[in-house]
Protein backbone atom coordinates (compact mmCIF):
# COMPACT_ATOMS: atom_id res chain seq x y z
CA UNK A 1 0.00 0.00 0.00
CA UNK A 2 1.47 3.28 -0.88
CA UNK A 3 1.81 5.79 2.04
CA UNK A 4 0.87 9.88 2.42
CA UNK A 5 1.56 12.36 4.74
CA UNK A 6 -1.33 14.19 6.73
CA UNK A 7 0.39 17.65 8.15
CA UNK A 8 4.21 17.87 8.53
CA UNK A 9 4.61 14.40 9.67
CA UNK A 10 2.13 12.10 10.23
CA UNK A 11 3.06 9.24 8.01
CA UNK A 12 -0.57 6.75 6.74
CA UNK A 13 -1.89 4.40 3.95
CA UNK A 14 -3.56 6.43 1.14
CA UNK A 15 -6.45 4.43 1.87
CA UNK A 16 -7.80 3.89 5.13
CA UNK A 17 -10.87 2.82 7.07
CA UNK A 18 -13.75 4.37 8.62
CA UNK A 19 -14.95 1.98 11.41
CA UNK A 20 -18.09 4.16 12.52
CA UNK A 21 -20.40 1.64 10.34
CA UNK A 22 -19.29 -1.22 11.99
CA UNK A 23 -21.36 -0.28 15.66
CA UNK A 24 -23.28 2.69 14.63
CA UNK A 25 -25.33 4.50 12.03
CA UNK A 26 -26.02 2.18 8.99
CA UNK A 27 -28.07 -0.49 10.89
CA UNK A 28 -27.78 -2.76 13.38
CA UNK A 29 -24.36 -3.03 15.17
CA UNK A 30 -22.38 -5.73 13.26
CA UNK A 31 -20.66 -9.33 14.85
CA UNK A 32 -17.54 -8.02 17.29
CA UNK A 33 -15.53 -10.92 16.09
CA UNK A 34 -16.18 -10.71 12.44
CA UNK A 35 -15.02 -7.17 12.87
CA UNK A 36 -12.25 -7.81 14.85
CA UNK A 37 -11.43 -10.46 12.16
CA UNK A 38 -11.99 -7.99 9.42
CA UNK A 39 -9.82 -5.00 10.99
CA UNK A 40 -6.66 -6.92 11.67
CA UNK A 41 -6.59 -8.35 8.03
CA UNK A 42 -7.03 -4.92 7.05
CA UNK A 43 -3.74 -4.28 8.96
CA UNK A 44 -2.41 -7.24 7.29
CA UNK A 45 -3.11 -5.81 3.28
CA UNK A 46 -1.33 -2.52 4.37
CA UNK A 47 -3.90 -0.48 5.71
CA UNK A 48 -2.88 1.70 8.76
CA UNK A 49 -5.16 4.64 9.41
CA UNK A 50 -8.46 3.64 11.00
CA UNK A 51 -11.00 6.23 12.13
CA UNK A 52 -13.38 5.89 15.22
CA UNK A 53 -15.01 8.38 17.54
CA UNK A 54 -16.43 8.44 21.12
CA UNK A 55 -19.92 8.95 19.73
CA UNK A 56 -20.02 6.28 17.37
CA UNK A 57 -22.00 3.34 19.63
CA UNK A 58 -21.20 5.29 22.00
CA UNK A 59 -18.03 4.20 23.07
CA UNK A 60 -18.65 0.52 21.48
CA UNK A 61 -16.62 1.58 18.18
CA UNK A 62 -13.76 2.39 20.51
CA UNK A 63 -13.85 -0.42 22.44
CA UNK A 64 -13.64 -2.69 19.41
CA UNK A 65 -11.00 -1.05 17.79
CA UNK A 66 -8.82 -1.48 21.15
CA UNK A 67 -9.35 -4.86 21.50
CA UNK A 68 -8.69 -5.75 17.89
CA UNK A 69 -5.78 -3.43 17.17
CA UNK A 70 -3.88 -3.59 20.40
CA UNK A 71 -1.84 -6.63 19.27
CA UNK A 72 -0.75 -4.60 16.01
CA UNK A 73 -0.72 -1.27 17.85
CA UNK A 74 2.94 -0.50 16.51
CA UNK A 75 1.69 -0.78 12.83
CA UNK A 76 -1.10 1.90 12.77
CA UNK A 77 -2.71 5.12 13.37
CA UNK A 78 -5.75 5.88 15.62
CA UNK A 79 -7.89 8.54 15.07
CA UNK A 80 -10.64 9.51 17.23
CA UNK A 81 -12.91 12.47 18.42
CA UNK A 82 -14.18 14.47 21.17
CA UNK A 83 -17.06 17.31 21.19
CA UNK A 84 -20.36 15.73 21.23
CA UNK A 85 -21.91 16.10 25.34
CA UNK A 86 -22.58 12.22 25.47
CA UNK A 87 -24.83 13.22 28.97
CA UNK A 88 -27.72 13.75 26.64
CA UNK A 89 -29.02 11.38 23.62
CA UNK A 90 -27.34 11.08 20.83
CA UNK A 91 -29.44 10.40 18.04
CA UNK A 92 -28.92 11.47 14.45
CA UNK A 93 -31.70 10.23 12.84
CA UNK A 94 -33.87 12.99 15.05
CA UNK A 95 -35.30 15.24 12.71
CA UNK A 96 -35.90 18.05 14.70
CA UNK A 97 -33.51 18.52 17.43
CA UNK A 98 -30.27 18.64 17.22
CA UNK A 99 -27.22 16.78 19.03
CA UNK A 100 -25.67 19.10 21.91
CA UNK A 101 -21.91 19.77 21.60
CA UNK A 102 -19.14 20.46 23.93
CA UNK A 103 -15.92 21.40 23.75
CA UNK A 104 -14.90 22.62 26.93
CA UNK A 105 -11.65 22.34 27.77
CA UNK A 106 -12.37 20.33 30.92
CA UNK A 107 -14.53 18.27 28.72
CA UNK A 108 -11.73 17.50 26.01
CA UNK A 109 -9.58 15.95 28.56
CA UNK A 110 -11.82 13.94 29.88
CA UNK A 111 -12.68 12.72 26.72
CA UNK A 112 -9.08 11.71 26.06
CA UNK A 113 -8.83 10.24 28.97
CA UNK A 114 -11.61 7.56 28.61
CA UNK A 115 -10.53 7.61 24.70
CA UNK A 116 -7.28 6.10 25.92
CA UNK A 117 -8.59 3.52 28.25
CA UNK A 118 -11.15 2.56 25.68
CA UNK A 119 -8.79 2.64 22.72
CA UNK A 120 -6.10 0.52 25.09
CA UNK A 121 -3.32 3.02 24.31
CA UNK A 122 -0.65 5.37 26.24
CA UNK A 123 -1.26 8.39 23.24
CA UNK A 124 -4.13 9.41 20.82
CA UNK A 125 -2.62 9.57 16.92
CA UNK A 126 -5.21 12.22 15.77
CA UNK A 127 -7.71 13.43 18.29
CA UNK A 128 -10.10 15.91 15.87
CA UNK A 129 -12.88 18.42 17.04
CA UNK A 130 -16.00 16.45 15.89
CA UNK A 131 -17.83 19.39 14.97
CA UNK A 132 -17.21 23.18 15.97
CA UNK A 133 -18.66 24.34 18.90
CA UNK A 134 -20.15 28.07 18.52
CA UNK A 135 -19.86 28.25 22.44
CA UNK A 136 -16.35 27.48 22.66
CA UNK A 137 -13.52 30.16 21.38
CA UNK A 138 -11.84 27.40 18.58
CA UNK A 139 -8.24 28.99 20.03
CA UNK A 140 -9.67 27.58 23.39
CA UNK A 141 -9.92 24.19 22.01
CA UNK A 142 -6.84 24.37 20.10
CA UNK A 143 -5.63 25.21 23.72
CA UNK A 144 -6.81 21.99 25.16
CA UNK A 145 -5.45 19.75 22.52
CA UNK A 146 -1.62 21.28 22.94
CA UNK A 147 -1.74 20.98 26.84
CA UNK A 148 -2.41 17.07 25.75
CA UNK A 149 0.18 17.22 22.88
CA UNK A 150 2.31 18.59 25.66
CA UNK A 151 1.71 15.74 28.18
CA UNK A 152 2.20 12.86 25.94
CA UNK A 153 -1.44 11.78 25.11
CA UNK A 154 -2.52 13.22 22.46
CA UNK A 155 0.27 13.12 18.83
CA UNK A 156 -1.68 15.43 16.25
CA UNK A 157 -4.85 17.88 16.43
CA UNK A 158 -7.27 17.80 13.87
CA UNK A 159 -10.66 19.33 12.87
CA UNK A 160 -13.63 18.15 11.21
CA UNK A 161 -16.37 19.92 8.90
CA UNK A 162 -14.33 23.29 9.81
CA UNK A 163 -14.25 27.10 8.06
CA UNK A 164 -11.46 28.14 6.29
CA UNK A 165 -11.58 30.70 9.35
CA UNK A 166 -11.81 28.72 11.63
CA UNK A 167 -8.96 26.47 10.47
CA UNK A 168 -6.68 29.20 10.62
CA UNK A 169 -7.44 30.55 14.12
CA UNK A 170 -7.25 26.94 15.40
CA UNK A 171 -4.10 26.66 13.24
CA UNK A 172 -2.30 29.63 15.19
CA UNK A 173 -2.61 28.23 18.26
CA UNK A 174 -1.77 24.44 17.75
CA UNK A 175 -0.51 23.55 14.05
CA UNK A 176 -3.67 21.28 12.54
CA UNK A 177 -2.43 17.99 11.08
CA UNK A 178 -5.55 16.74 9.15
CA UNK A 179 -9.20 18.46 8.26
CA UNK A 180 -11.84 15.70 8.13
CA UNK A 181 -15.07 16.44 6.27
CA UNK A 182 -16.87 15.06 3.49
CA UNK A 183 -15.28 14.83 -0.31
CA UNK A 184 -16.76 12.90 -3.01
CA UNK A 185 -17.73 13.50 -6.76
CA UNK A 186 -21.13 14.05 -5.50
CA UNK A 187 -19.82 16.14 -2.30
CA UNK A 188 -17.20 19.37 -3.57
CA UNK A 189 -17.95 22.10 -1.51
CA UNK A 190 -14.39 21.84 0.20
CA UNK A 191 -12.84 22.57 -3.52
CA UNK A 192 -13.95 26.07 -3.63
CA UNK A 193 -12.09 27.70 -0.31
CA UNK A 194 -11.06 24.56 2.35
CA UNK A 195 -8.99 23.19 -0.28
CA UNK A 196 -6.70 26.02 -0.72
CA UNK A 197 -6.41 26.96 2.76
CA UNK A 198 -5.01 23.47 3.48
CA UNK A 199 -1.97 23.50 0.99
CA UNK A 200 -1.52 27.09 1.78
CA UNK A 201 -1.04 25.68 5.37
CA UNK A 202 0.32 22.10 4.77
CA UNK A 203 -2.52 20.41 6.26
CA UNK A 204 -3.84 17.07 5.06
CA UNK A 205 -7.75 16.16 4.35
CA UNK A 206 -9.57 13.22 5.14
CA UNK A 207 -12.14 12.58 3.50
CA UNK A 208 -14.91 10.56 5.04
CA UNK A 209 -18.27 9.12 2.88
CA UNK A 210 -15.58 9.16 -0.29
CA UNK A 211 -18.28 6.64 -1.71
CA UNK A 212 -21.34 8.88 -0.65
CA UNK A 213 -22.25 6.51 2.07
CA UNK A 214 -22.10 3.53 -1.04
CA UNK A 215 -24.42 5.30 -3.57
CA UNK A 216 -21.16 5.73 -5.54
CA UNK A 217 -20.70 2.37 -5.27
CA UNK A 218 -23.66 1.63 -8.24
CA UNK A 219 -25.24 -0.41 -5.97
CA UNK A 220 -27.88 1.55 -5.42
CA UNK A 221 -31.93 2.91 -6.75
CA UNK A 222 -34.89 4.66 -6.23
CA UNK A 223 -35.73 0.70 -4.73
CA UNK A 224 -33.02 0.45 -2.60
CA UNK A 225 -34.75 -0.02 0.98
CA UNK A 226 -32.42 0.70 4.03
CA UNK A 227 -32.78 -1.03 7.95
CA UNK A 228 -35.23 0.96 9.95
CA UNK A 229 -32.41 1.78 12.52
CA UNK A 230 -30.21 3.24 9.19
CA UNK A 231 -29.18 7.01 9.52
CA UNK A 232 -29.64 7.69 5.57
CA UNK A 233 -33.27 7.67 6.10
CA UNK A 234 -33.70 10.61 7.79
CA UNK A 235 -30.61 11.88 4.84
CA UNK A 236 -32.19 14.19 1.93
CA UNK A 237 -29.90 12.44 -0.65
CA UNK A 238 -31.01 8.87 -0.34
CA UNK A 239 -34.68 9.68 -0.93
CA UNK A 240 -35.92 7.58 -3.99
CA UNK A 241 -36.46 10.59 -5.69
CA UNK A 242 -32.89 11.51 -5.23
CA UNK A 243 -31.48 8.29 -5.54
CA UNK A 244 -33.07 8.12 -8.93
CA UNK A 245 -32.23 11.64 -9.94
CA UNK A 246 -28.50 11.25 -8.99
CA UNK A 247 -27.92 8.20 -11.31
CA UNK A 248 -25.89 10.33 -13.82
CA UNK A 249 -22.77 10.24 -11.34
CA UNK A 250 -23.21 6.73 -11.25
CA UNK A 251 -23.50 6.08 -15.55
CA UNK A 252 -20.34 8.36 -15.62
CA UNK A 253 -18.51 6.52 -13.08
CA UNK A 254 -19.64 3.50 -14.95
CA UNK A 255 -18.26 4.42 -18.21
CA UNK A 256 -14.38 5.51 -16.68
CA UNK A 257 -14.52 1.91 -14.21
CA UNK A 258 -15.01 -0.01 -17.97
CA UNK A 259 -12.44 1.40 -19.79
CA UNK A 260 -10.07 1.01 -16.31
CA UNK A 261 -11.52 -2.47 -15.94
CA UNK A 262 -12.04 -1.38 -12.45
CA UNK A 263 -15.05 -0.89 -10.04
CA UNK A 264 -17.31 2.31 -9.55
CA UNK A 265 -16.17 2.55 -6.09
CA UNK A 266 -11.99 2.10 -7.13
CA UNK A 267 -12.51 5.13 -9.62
CA UNK A 268 -14.53 7.34 -7.08
CA UNK A 269 -11.70 6.66 -4.56
CA UNK A 270 -8.71 7.09 -7.54
CA UNK A 271 -10.64 10.26 -8.53
CA UNK A 272 -9.99 11.70 -4.94
CA UNK A 273 -6.74 10.45 -4.29
CA UNK A 274 -5.91 11.67 -7.56
CA UNK A 275 -6.67 15.41 -6.31
CA UNK A 276 -3.72 16.33 -4.04
CA UNK A 277 -1.62 14.00 -2.62
CA UNK A 278 -2.05 14.55 0.86
CA UNK A 279 -5.46 13.59 0.77
CA UNK A 280 -6.39 10.17 2.77
CA UNK A 281 -10.09 9.01 1.89
CA UNK A 282 -11.45 6.80 4.84
CA UNK A 283 -14.35 4.53 3.01
CA UNK A 284 -15.96 2.71 5.48
CA UNK A 285 -16.95 -0.75 5.39
CA UNK A 286 -18.07 -4.23 7.37
CA UNK A 287 -16.82 -6.70 4.22
CA UNK A 288 -13.19 -7.79 3.70
CA UNK A 289 -13.83 -8.04 -0.13
CA UNK A 290 -14.96 -4.17 -0.10
CA UNK A 291 -11.60 -3.56 1.87
CA UNK A 292 -9.49 -5.18 -0.56
CA UNK A 293 -11.51 -3.77 -3.31
CA UNK A 294 -10.75 -0.01 -1.96
CA UNK A 295 -7.41 -0.66 -1.23
CA UNK A 296 -6.93 -1.38 -4.96
CA UNK A 297 -8.00 2.26 -5.58
CA UNK A 298 -4.50 3.21 -5.11
CA UNK A 299 -3.02 1.13 -7.84
CA UNK A 300 -5.52 2.76 -10.42
CA UNK A 301 -3.90 5.85 -12.58
CA UNK A 302 -6.35 8.13 -13.45
CA UNK A 303 -4.30 10.51 -16.56
CA UNK A 304 -4.93 14.39 -16.88
CA UNK A 305 -7.28 13.57 -19.95
CA UNK A 306 -9.59 11.08 -17.72
CA UNK A 307 -9.69 13.75 -14.63
CA UNK A 308 -10.85 16.14 -17.24
CA UNK A 309 -13.29 14.22 -18.47
CA UNK A 310 -14.73 13.16 -14.81
CA UNK A 311 -14.73 16.77 -14.08
CA UNK A 312 -16.68 17.99 -16.89
CA UNK A 313 -18.98 15.22 -17.05
CA UNK A 314 -19.78 15.88 -12.92
CA UNK A 315 -19.94 19.77 -13.69
CA UNK A 316 -23.14 18.90 -15.74
CA UNK A 317 -25.05 16.93 -13.34
CA UNK A 318 -26.63 19.01 -10.52
CA UNK A 319 -26.90 16.54 -7.59
CA UNK A 320 -30.26 16.27 -6.00
CA UNK A 321 -30.93 16.80 -1.94
CA UNK A 322 -29.06 18.07 0.85
CA UNK A 323 -26.18 16.36 2.56
CA UNK A 324 -27.55 16.39 6.11
CA UNK A 325 -30.91 17.40 7.65
CA UNK A 326 -31.33 21.37 8.24
CA UNK A 327 -30.43 20.92 12.26
CA UNK A 328 -27.59 18.54 11.03
CA UNK A 329 -26.14 21.02 8.20
CA UNK A 330 -26.07 24.04 11.13
CA UNK A 331 -23.27 22.59 12.35
CA UNK A 332 -20.95 22.51 9.77
CA UNK A 333 -19.08 24.84 7.70
CA UNK A 334 -18.48 26.72 11.33
Not at 83 to 88: E, H, K
Not at 257 to 285: F, H
Not at 302 to 315: F, G, K, N, V, Y
Amino acid sequence: MQKRKLGNNLEVSAIGLGCMGMSFSYGPPKDKQEMITLLRAAVERGVTLFDTAEVYGPYTNEELLGEALSPVRDQVVIATKFGFDLDTKVDFRDKKEAPRLNSRPEHIKQVAEASLRRLKIDVIDLFYQHRVDLNVPIEDVAGAVKQLIQEGKVKHFGLSEASAKTIRRAHIVQPVTALQSEYSLWTRDVEAEILPTLEELGIGLVPYSPLGRGFLTGKMDENTKFDTTDFRNTLPRYTPEALKANQGLINLLANIAKQKNATLAQIALAWLLAQKPWIVPIPGTTKLGRVEENIGAAAIELSADDLREIRSAATKIEVQGARYPEQLEKMTGR
